[in-house]
Structure formats: structure tokens, C-alpha cells
């Protein structure tokens, strides 16, 4: 999901486009951007991806976690991911914010297949705590400092770019999803090979509860809109007291 009202907030802020980056992918989705953001909230030094990549728009698993990788030989050691999801959990409604403390994902595809560079990471990366359990519990703290009743749950990984039928929400929530959405989870795992620390945050954009109501990108982006100012809120916040 790309918030761009937070990138407002950047101060001292140096935008590269992803064009001029050197086999950086380009953002093809409605929406999103296409730019690096370097700067400082909250008195901190942050990079901004303003825009991401999907498996669906043809990237390869490598091509779509390359940003990563550059984060990784920059020496950054904690990302904060977040994406648009769909809320399957009965009480979850349009515009919560969920702290994702695991995720699903049963497609086969992976960014660490192939031979392994062990200047990244090990073989076989452990998946027990990807989502830092410091980080989120500094966030629950901002979330209280700000008044917000952020929601927590388990991220359903599905390649797309389709939505999910009403048989796959039933498997989904049969599985232990709570949300579903497109993103994500590729980036989290080279996050693990790499030994990034994580937080991981869905916006919730849309319910999955009513099998008669059709989703659209249009209703995303509109609920995205709608979250943003409260996302900003919480992210700030969160970055006061890492």
C-alpha cells in the first residue's frame, strides 16, 4: 500500500526515482509510486520505499525482494512492511490497523530458490519469530499512546492479482488467516535471510465476511486513503520510542 501523505512528513528528504536506480524493478500498479524517500522522522534516519512490486506484475521472487537486498548491503537492520489486506476476522473492519505476528503462505514459489550467497544469509532460514517481538510490542505502546485499538492476527499470503473466491476465504480462515492480501511475505522472507529484524503492519482496505459484495482496486485505494492519517500517526509514534 503506498501511503503518500507520510512521505509528506519526511524531513531533510532526498527522493531517488526507482528508474534511476541500477536494476531497481519499476512500480506498474494504480496507486503507487515509484521512489526511494531518505530522511528523518521523529528524529530518526528512515528510508521510505514510496511503492513496491508484486509477484503478479510479472517480477520474478528475486526481482521483487531486490530492494532488500540493498537494504541489507546498506547496513539497515530493521523494516517496517506494510500492505492493504483484505480483513477476514469477524472483527475486524475497514480502516483497522493489524500487527501481523505470523503468516501463511502456501504458494510454492520462494525469493531464496536457487543456489544460496552465503554473504546474505544461511541455506535454510529459520521462520519461528520473523515478526520482531520488541518491535511489536513497541507498537502496541504507541498504538495506546495515540488512542488506537490496533488489531493483531496472522497475514495470508496469495499471489493474485486475483481476489480470493468465497471457497479460498473458507479455506483461509479454516487455516488460522486473518487477513489476506498480495504482498509482503516474499520481502519478509529475505528479510529473515538477511537477519533484518521486522514489523509488520495491514491495513485492512476491505471485509471478505459477505460473499455478495464484489471487491475492487478503486474500493482499496479509497479505504487506503482513509487509513493513512492514522497510519502516519502510529509510525511516528512507534519511531519516538525505537
Known sequence: MDFGKFIDIVEDKVEIEYKDIPNFPVSTVEGHSGKLVVGRVAGKEVLVMSGRFHYYEGYSMQEVTFPIRVFSLLGIDKLIVTNAAGGIHPDFEVTDIMIIKDHIKIFDETPLRGKNTPEFGTRFPDMRNVYDLE????????????????????YYYMAGPQYETPAEVNVIKLLGGDAVGMSTVPEVIVCSHSGIKVLGLSCITN?????????????????????????SKLIVEFLRKI
Do not use: W, Y
Open 207 to 231: 471485509t471478505l465476511r459477505d460473499d455478495t459484495v464484489d471487491v475492487t482496486h478503486e474500493e482499496v485505494m479509497e479505504s487506503g486513503d482513509l487509513i493513512a492519517n492514522s497510519f
Open 135 to 154: 518491535m511489536m510490542n513497541i507498537v502496541r505502546e504507541a498504538a495506546n499512546e495515540i488512542n488506537m485499538d490496533i488489531k493483531e492476527g496472522v
